[in-house]
């Protein structure tokens, strides 16, 4: 096919880069907030011995780690859209391991101390502690919350579990937050010492559920009410792909992006409990959003089934795998299946020249082909259909160097199944492709 290559895109700010700027910011804070939990703690006095003062400083951080882990998990627009929902829950599931080893040592050093103090074993000690110290019991279980939690996140569980279910059981932990704050207030000695450890305290975990109280709740609501979606036509692609489109009020002010993915709930009988998060798969144009899913399971063949009219309600827009990383003037997409639906909005988003690498089993397997070619022709991109089975490797280093030879110039996005957009990552970093100028996205809904 011949190709009339665009105008070169003026290149991107040399400015720093938007991902660093929100994920320096985040270390900046808790580093920060570090630092003051270890000046209050020394101005109440580490206690009487190594072993109090040792289960009170891992209590304090502790404290500060369950609030970090309720920030990272508040869907803030500010922080997603630089840093992206994948890495923010990965940073979140990373935390709760700090935070858990925290809150065991808590309880260990807490008990081995009183038990030297009355010589007593350390498990009667904690029993004794929790029936007859204020705010004690609360501690414990809420403790005992935060393992379920940890167990049921573990990757062997989580494979084993519905979504729903994961979900439900991780709810508890805003139950320990609350068990874990009023064990604080009781008898936390950095707590009760004076007026401004009081008032910080207060001011962390008042931003923290705060934050997500906006995030996750009061956000997404307002967007809703405010923007009343519903679905304006279902049409299917293929045997086993169908397109949703959704329309509603005031399309043109909702700050979505190609590239972006919502939580969908289509509110019928059957399905207004389940969210699944699907990518648009064309720019948003103000005036409809359109998904475009692979009907694989019984929750998304549904889909085929849903009617014009049908309320919809979606949180979101969520992702970095936008143009706001854009490091080069040019671009490379790679897409694998149905991860095609980003790579076409981001098509009809990205100024200077683009190539389209579309990897599928078969050409019939090509989603949206023809919208992709007449798309591909209007901006002068190139596209380019690989088809075959998975080995040998069609996007082996030498075969991604054949078709783009300038591919260590350009940004390239990614996004296919999770072994696919693994094996091109490490292809590319063959290349000599910087990783700053790789994006990708793994999309899920844990947190």
Not at 177 to 200: E, K, N
Not at 303 to 324: C, D, I, Q, S
Request: proline residues 6%.
């Amino acid at each position: 096919m011949t190709t009339l290559k665009a105008p070169p895109a003026n290149p991107p700010s040399t400015a720093m880069r938007p991902r660093v700027l929100a994920r320096t910011g985040l270390g900046v804070l808790l580093g920060v907030n570090a630092v003051l939990v270890a000046v209050l703690f020394a101005q109440a006095g580490p206690g009487p011995d190594v072993l109090m003062a040792l289960g009170r400083l891992t209590g304090l951080y502790g404290a500060l780690l369950m609030a970090f882990q309720l920030l990272l998990v508040a869907r803030l627009p500010w922080f997603d859209r630089r840093i992206g929902m994948d890495r923010l829950t990965s940073w979140h599931r990373w935390t709760g391991f700090g935070l858990l080893w925290t809150l065991l040592g808590h309880a260990v050093f807490i008990s081995l101390a009183y038990a030297q103090l009355s010589g007593r074993n350390p498990v009667s000690e904690l029993f004794d502690l929790a029936r007859t110290t204020e705010g004690v019991l609360r501690a414990v279980v809420a403790m005992l919350l935060i393992l379920v939690v940890g167990a049921v996140s573990a990757r062997w569980a989580r494979r084993r579990l519905a979504y729903e279910t994961w979900h439900f059981v991780h709810l508890y932990t805003y139950v320990a937050v609350v068990l874990a704050f009023t064990h604080q207030v009781a008898i936390g000695p950095t707590f009760t010492s004076s007026a401004f450890a009081r008032t910080y305290w207060y001011a962390l975990w008042g931003a923290a559920l705060g934050a997500v109280l906006v995030g996750r709740v009061l956000l997404p609501l307002r967007r809703n009410l405010r923007h009343r979606l519903r679905v304006s036509a279902v049409v299917p692609e293929s045997d086993s792909v169908v397109s949703v489109y959704v329309t509603g009020r005031d399309l043109d002010r909702l700050p979505a992006a190609a590239g972006q993915f919502f939580l969908w709930r289509f509110l019928t009988r059957d399905r207004w409990w389940q969210a699944n998060p699907f990518s648009l798969s064309a720019a948003p144009d103000g005036r409809q959003l359109r998904l475009t899913v692979k009907t694989a399971g019984d929750g998304t063949a549904a889909l085929r089934r849903l009617k014009p009219g049908t309320r919809v309600f979606a949180e979101g827009p969520y992702g970095a795998f936008t143009t706001l990383h854009r490091t080069r003037p040019d671009s490379v997409l790679i897409a694998g299946g149905v991860g095609i639906t980003p790579i076409r909005a981001l098509l009809e988003d990205l100024p200077g020249h683009t190539v389209v690498l579309y990897r599928v089993a078969a050409e019939r397997d090509a989603v949206l082909y023809a919208e992709l070619a007449e798309l591909a022709a209007a901006k002068g991109a190139e596209l380019h259909v690989i088809a075959g089975p998975a080995a040998p490797d069609l996007l082996a280093p030498r075969e991604l160097a054949r078709l783009v030879p300038d591919i260590a110039d350009r940004d390239t996005f990614v996004c296919g199944p999770p072994g696919m957009t693994a094996a091109v990552r490490r292809n590319l970093g063959d290349l000599g492709v910087p990783r700053q100028q790789i994006h990708f996205e793994r999309f899920s809904l844990a947190g």
